[in-house]
């Protein structure tokens, strides 16, 4: 069987050879430092920099990179080592990747393959390979539409933030689909390009609401002449007091009985309390103070239930990511090495009807054979394919590539 | 608006009272003039006070003129000594005097100091609306100087966003800009041009050293445990210590590489927490976290060493290398190379 490395490059070299020209730079190039993964060796080539566009695109028809990436740093001097590229400043950038977000469908995405043979196979990875005998795996990422939903939602909930917490107008927002397993965001805004490494790990605490205290946000119990009360924020509260405060009245809302009484840290007898008095709480939530209207639910129970809507309207991000003022991102219009699909830049409002398994696809002629180890299902455009174990397909050449970026098939002859 | 006498003296790095004392056009050389003794007293007792209190006081006794020319006075005499301790000590005690005077002063000063000086994008907020909050300052100013402050109360996750806008009440708002009035004293000390003193002045200066050279010892027998040999630290280090124990903001970069230096150099947990905190707004628990977490006695298990010297340089930490730094490629090699060298 033919080498698919071989085959994927060459199909790679198509692409830039046709597409090359249709990649934009990103604002200030000059500025910034371009990086590119070899296909041949899997290296990462560093520290490039290109005064016009066409050297860019020339040398990427040269060498056909698997993946491609530019800094969101400006340098003085973007070719030279780290230490002396001296640093201008940054865009603002997120990293979405369901890495880091648990999702319920781990079955339908776990995938491995062998690290010595060309074996591969669905599901948890056995502890011997039963074709080389080897013990060394590698888990594969598979494209699951659960997942990549999830990260789309994720990042529609990042862009609230940025556009109504920290008031970006919604155009310098940008988002891109990564061409693998979530989303970047990139906010290329004058103003926050000299922000440090501490004041962008506050953003990054802000939208993953990492060190709030509820008393800050004025939930607590004050004395009163009549005794002691709880008082709290209000729905339109701006911030996180009034997410607090939605996030609290949705949970009431939308728990039933047995979700209330699931919660760690809420005793069994005030979930009823709180289910059986909903009404009552939701009523004094436009008239009066919900959190002081029920006897017998205290500050703790409040606590526990603001913990909850903290981590509902967080957003899970990479935070390494955004604090890394040096960071790499990939551009859009290349490839993604791991799957053949392509970098796509959204305008943050078409994000919400964005189909990466559609939109992205970059090979959209021809057919292949391949021969599949194994695969999950999985859907390229309309058509969904498999789950396939060791047989010989047909499949249009964006699905086949998939499954060879992926290690989960061979070439026939 | 900051037009009065008062003003410039209460606020003497303002436009108008840098314009007014120029205007004046004194020489240094005048200063040991008889007629001008009360202003050189008065600089010598604002460097004294931020030596011993840490805050200079706010003398409207001695006459608005006193107050605001001995300021450059103070100055010259800070950068002439040319001491990290002292140009820090000095400028935070400036800032704290500030910080206390804005508070207490009319809401429109505040913000014409934010926007005129620092060009921050601030707003006044109409009270009745917005209570109990009186600002909203873009948060890309209230980033440039909120981290600095270790406490949750700071944390932009437990402040009103919206639209961009941090909501603020007078005393922090007070506290934002002192601290950014810190940064540009300590920069106009940095960047003041050297002069020559006369005998007279330098007799002045040679009083103050003393009284630094008295304060830092006592500092140093207090906080400083005796296995340690600082004079063995490389410049990165001297650099940060210096900024710890004058209540200096350190990155989390700059935290890490010097706990975990002192950490390896022998300092004991205990100690090294005792010296984060007596400093302005450390956490404690924060604190003891972080350096137990460094210290290996917490989380993975793995006690750190410092970053290399290509790291510190990126992260803009390597002041400099100094003649042995040429020779090695981390701070723990200089320290060690260093101590072979003294003990010799
Ligand atoms: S060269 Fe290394 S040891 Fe010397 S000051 Fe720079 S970072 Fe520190
Ligand atoms: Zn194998
Ligand atoms: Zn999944």
């Given amino acids: 069987m033919k080498n698919p490395r071989k085959f994927i490059i060459q199909k790679f070299t198509e692409y830039y050879r046709d597409n090359a020209n249709k990649i934009p730079l990103p604002t200030s190039y000059k500025k910034r430092e371009f990086g590119f993964i070899l296909s041949d060796k899997g290296i990462m080539l560093r520290h490039k920099a290109f005064s016009e566009p066409r050297f860019f695109r020339d040398f990427i028809k040269l060498i056909t990179p698997s993946d491609v990436y530019h800094s969101a740093a400006y340098y003085k001097h973007p070719s030279r080592e780290m230490g002396k590229k001296e640093w201008i400043g940054a865009d603002l950038i997120f990293d979405i990747d369901f890495d880091h977000i648990s999702t319920p469908c781990t079955e339908e995405h776990e995938y491995w393959t062998c690290e010595l043979c060309d074996q591969a196979g669905v599901g948890k990875q056995p502890s011997v390979c039963s074709q080389c005998g080897g013990s060394k795996f590698k888990m594969v990422a598979w494209l699951c539409e659960t997942c990549l939903e999830t990260a789309k939602s994720e990042a529609l909930k990042l862009i609230e933030f940025l556009v109504n917490d920290f008031g970006f107008p919604p155009q310098d927002v940008e988002v891109c689909f990564s061409g693998h397993r979530g989303y970047h965001i990139h906010v290329e805004r004058d103003e926050i390009k000299q922000l440090d490494q501490d004041a962008r790990k506050e953003i990054v605490d802000y939208v993953q609401g990492t060190g709030l205290k509820v008393s800050l946000h004025g939930l607590m119990p004050v004395s009163r002449k009549t005794g002691q009360k709880i008082i709290g924020p209000d729905l339109n509260d701006p911030g996180w007091s009034g997410k607090i405060a939605r996030g609290v009245y949705d949970i009431i809302v939308t728990y039933n009985l047995q979700q209330l009484k699931e919660i760690n840290g809420i005793n069994k007898n005030i979930a009823s309390l709180i289910f059986l008095q909903r009404e009552k709480i939701l009523k004094t939530w436009n008239t009066g103070n919900p959190w002081g209207s029920i006897k017998g639910i205290g500050i703790k129970t409040w606590e526990k239930l603001v913990e909850i809507s903290v981590v509902n309207q967080a957003v899970s991000i990479d935070t390494v990511v955004t604090i890394d003022i040096h960071r790499l991102i990939r551009m859009p219009l290349t490839l993604h090495g791991k799957t053949g699909l392509k970098v796509v830049s959204i305008p943050s409002k078409s994000l919400e009807r964005f189909d990466p398994l559609r939109d992205a696809v970059a090979f959209n002629e021809g057919t292949l054979k391949v021969y599949i180890l194994a695969a999950h299902r999985f859907r390229i455009g309309k058509e969904i394919y498999g789950p396939y174990e060791r047989e010989t397909v047909k499949l249009p050449m964006a699905a086949a590539i998939y499954l060879l970026c992926k290690r989960a098939a061979l070439l026939t002859d | ?344």
């Fill in chain 2, 1 to 344: 608006m900051l037009v009065s006498k008062e003003d410039f003296a209460k606020y003497p790095f303002i436009i108008g009272a840098v314009d007014y004392v120029k205007r004046l056009d004194l020489k240094t050389d005048e200063l040991s003039q008889p007629e001008f003794s009360a202003i050189v007293t008065r600089a010598e007792a604002r460097i004294e006070e931020a030596l011993l209190d840490g805050i200079i006081k706010w003398e409207s006794r001695l006459g608005y003129d006193i107050e605001l020319l001995s300021y450059p006075v103070a100055i010259i005499f800070v950068s002439n000594i040319a001491d990290n301790y002292l140009k820090k000590r000095y400028a935070l005690a400036e800032s704290k005097r500030i910080q206390a005077l804005l508070k207490e002063d009319v809401d429109e000063k505040l913000t014409e100091i934010a926007i005129s000086i620092f060009g921050w994008k601030v707003k006044r907020l109409p009270l009745e609306i917005y209570q109990p909050f009186d600002f909203s300052l873009s948060f890309i100013d209230y980033l440039r100087n909120a981290p600095n402050f270790h406490d949750f109360r700071w944390k932009l996750v437990n402040k009103h966003l919206i639209n961009g806008e941090v909501f603020l009440q007078k005393d922090e708002f007070s506290r934002l800009i002192s601290e950014e009035v810190r940064k540009h004293i300590e920069n106009t000390i940095n960047t003041s041009p050297k002069v020559e003193l006369n005998p007279l002045l330098l007799q002045r200066i040679e009083h103050i050293k003393q009284r630094l050279n008295i304060r830092k010892e006592r500092i140093r027998i207090k906080e400083q445990p005796r296995n340690i040999i600082s004079a063995a630290y490389p410049p990165c280090i001297k650099n940060l210590y210096d900024y710890l124990i004058s209540g200096q903001h350190i990155s989390h970069v700059g935290r890490f590489t010097l706990t975990s230096f002192l950490l390896n150099a022998g300092m004991k947990i205990e100690k090294l927490i005792k010296l984060y905190t007596p400093i302005s707004d450390f956490n404690q628990r924060l604190t003891r976290y972080q350096v137990e977490h460094i210290a290996g006695v917490r989380g993975s298990g793995t006690k750190y060493t410092p970053p290399s010297c290509e790291t510190l340089k990126t992260h803009r930490l390597c002041p400099g290398p100094d003649e042995l730094c040429s020779r090695i490629k981390h701070p723990l090699a200089y320290y060690r190379r260093k101590i072979r060298m003294i003990k010799k």
